[in-house]
Structures are given as structure tokens and as C-alpha cells.
């Protein structure tokens, strides 16, 4: 292995320098593992290893997605990220659970499960989705389910969205905030396509920014009234778009690895209710914006056999007067 070139990469990650040797030992591990190139199943094997060995560790899962990225391995690199794409949700709903209805609710709820390791592959997520869903939807009511899901099941910082808090008061309104937004994304898009980077785990061509460019509520939200709907960027847009298979073009579409897998095997089927949780991530751009926590809401989903996933995201008063100046 490369090891001054993979020290370099950490540096650029800004990871101290008397941190470095155990990410390049967990390189080189890998490295001896793994067949020449890496191939995802290399990746979860080795993930599977580290279980074993109770070393699945966060910071170890980011060294293989930076190894697989030092390497030029796409297929590694995206099977890596995979195994940490989404990993805390079903723990963010135990704890979110626990303080919306106590403990001992939240526990019946949960009893009888074990929630997946670290690194577990998206293909075994589905089934305990279903499982925790059913019992979560039986033991408690609906409006306390879907202020839980709604309000994410992922840890964000609002740190994290400051940037767009300051777009939006540049921009004076929340139509030119949009305009701005879908801007921004067909750029990045471009720069992406031409750089031959990849946007998350997919690659940009040129009919990926079509069809992005072709359909508003994914490139920026389309507002009625003080109500935003966005919808999703297909996961795997090239397959997508490519697929003339509704089943499939469900599963390129879906970004949940907690569900996706159950849309391509058909033999899981997980409770739409749980699509709320993307609902509370859509939202949180817009929860920052506002200074407050707002309501959102899936009106469609794959899960439910629509052909994408669309949020309407509820603004606050003050966004209708802004939108008129």
C-alpha cells in the first residue's frame, strides 16, 4: 500500500497526525483481506470480521470508505459508505421512542429484538424494520408515531445547515430561495458530471442533470401556498432511468437502506409509516431556517407503490409574507 499517499488523504480529512497508524493499519489489513480489486462482498466480509471481533467501530467503517476512495474503487468505496448510510436509525427511534412514551413502553416495543451491529449490510435491515413497524404501529397510537419518525431518526446538527439559513435571508424570499437552491444543485450536478465524481454514491451524466433539471421538486421544492413539496433524487438514477421494470425502478429509487432492500427482494414488507423519517430530514433545512420545528408529511412513497417519494413540508406564517414581497 501507498502509505505516505494514504497519509496524505488523512491529512486532507484532518486527522491528527498521531492518529494516523491505526487507520493505515486497518488499510493494509484490508488490503491483505481483500481480493485485488476489493469487491463490495470484500467489504462486508471484512465488515462481518470486525463484528466478530467487536471493532466495528465508526472511525474503522470511515477508513475503508477513505481507502476505497485513496484506491479509486467505486464499487468498494460505495459499498462502504452503504455500511454507514442511515446505521443509527433504528437506535435514534429506541432512544426518540423511550422519551416519547417512557421507557417501559418503548422497551415492549423493542422486546425480542436485537438491533443490528455496526456495519451490518443494507440486505439484512429490512426484516427487523418490518418486525419493530408492526409492534411500534400496534403498541402506540398514531399521532405520537408519527411525531417520532417525523422529527428524524438520524442525529443532524443545526450547525450543519447554517449556510442555507444565510441563503435563504440573502435571498429575501422563499421563491428566489428555491431558485437559488435548484441553482446550486445543477451546478454541483455539473461539476460532479465533470469532474467524473460521484453525487453521494452515483455517478452524474448528462441525463441524470435532465431529468433533475425536468422535474422542480427534486432540483429545489415546488411551493403552493406556505407548503414546500420536494421529492427525492433516485438513489441510482442511471439505473433508473434505464429501467422499465416498476418493481425495480422503485428499488433504484429508494435511498432508505433500511427498506430498500425489501422493494428488490419482495419478500419483506416494511410499513410506509416508517417513511416518515425522511420526511424529518427534508425538513431540517427548513426547521433551521425558521428557528422552529415544523410539520412534514409523506404524500407519496415507493413503499406504497408510487413511482417516487414526495414531502410536503409546512412553512411557518412568516414564510407566505415573504413569499409576496
Known sequence: ????????????????????????ALAERFE????????????????????????????????LVRYAHFTKN?????????????????????EKLGEAVGEQLRDEV???????????????????TQAVMERLEQLVDPETCRQVLSSGLRHLEDAWYVEE???????????????????????????????????????????????VE?????RQGVRQGNVIYEA???YMTVEYLAESDEQLRRYYYCHCPWVRESLKAGDVSVSPTFCLCSAGFHKKSWDVIFGQELEAEIVQTVLKGDPWCKIAIHLPEEALIDATL
Open 1 to 24: 500500500m501507498d502509505r505516505e499517499g494514504f497519509r496524505q488523504l488523512l491529512r486532507e480529512r484532518n486527522v491528527p497526525e498521531d492518529q494516523f497508524e491505526g487507520p493505515i
Open 32 to 63: 491483505a483481506f481483500s481480493s485485488e480489486p476489493a469487491t463490495p462482498g470484500d467489504v462486508q466480509a471484512f465488515a462481518a470480521v470486525l463484528i466478530e471481533a467487536g471493532l466495528n467501530t465508526r472511525d474503522k467503517l470511515v477508513t
Open 74 to 94: 467505486v464499487p468498494a468505496y460505495v459499498a462502504a459508505v452503504e455500511l454507514l448510510d442511515g446505521s443509527g436509525a433504528l437506535e435514534g427511534l429506541h
Open 110 to 128: 423493542f422486546a425480542g429484538f436485537e438491533l443490528p451491529p455496526l456495519g451490518t449490510p443494507s440486505t439484512e435491515k429490512p426484516r427487523i
Open 165 to 211: 439559513r444565510t441563503k435563504y435571508a440573502e435571498s429575501g424570499s422563499v421563491d428566489a430561495y428555491l431558485e437559488r437552491k435548484g441553482q446550486d444543485l445543477i451546478a454541483q450536478l455539473t461539476k460532479i458530471r465533470d469532474e467524473g465524481g460521484l453525487y453521494f454514491t452515483q455517478p452524474v451524466t448528462d441525463e441524470v442533470i435532465a431529468f
Open 214 to 218: 425536468g422535474h422542480p421538486e427534486i
Open 232 to 234: 427525492k433524487i433516485p
